[in-house]
């Protein structure tokens, strides 16, 4: 079982900046993939951004250029940098861990509580 806890939501002018964390209960990174979701009012979940295993970044276009996913290992700590926030990034934001059945023997998918990020002036 893996609980992950995110934090660092809040409320930010458009054009600044936030950073939201995850933490892991247990070291997770060197085999689970760690993923960032948004959803907004009314709206589906979606993809923000995830990293690899291998440390491999990747980002949704709506946020490519202005996010930045990173972790601390020693902290079991996934981070996301959230530059040049927009009135549309406004979410709850959502932390996930994945590990497939074949690296894992089966699937394991876990989510955090989420955090909320309101953008306006």
């Known amino acids: 079982q893996v609980q992950l806890v995110e934090s660092g939501g809040g409320l930010v002018q458009p054009g600044g900046s936030l950073r939201l964390s995850c933490a892991a209960s247990?070291?997770?990174?060197?085999?689970?993939?760690m993923r960032w979701y948004r959803q907004a009012p009314g709206k589906q979940r979606e993809f923000v951004a995830y990293?690899?295993?291998?440390?491999?970044?990747s980002y949704a276009d709506s946020v490519k250029g202005r996010f930045t996913i990173s972790r601390d290992n020693a902290k079991n700590t996934v981070y996301l940098q959230m530059d040049s926030v927009k009135p549309e990034d406004t979410a709850a934001y959502y932390c996930?861990?994945?590990?497939?059945?074949?690296?894992?023997?089966?699937?394991?998918?876990?989510w955090g509580q989420g955090t909320q990020v309101t953008v306006s002036s």
């Open positions: 996930n861990a994945y590990c497939s059945n074949s690296k894992c023997g089966r699937d394991f998918n876990y």
């Open positions: 247990r070291s997770i990174f060197s085999i689970y993939l």
């Open positions: 990293m690899s295993s291998n440390g491999i970044a």
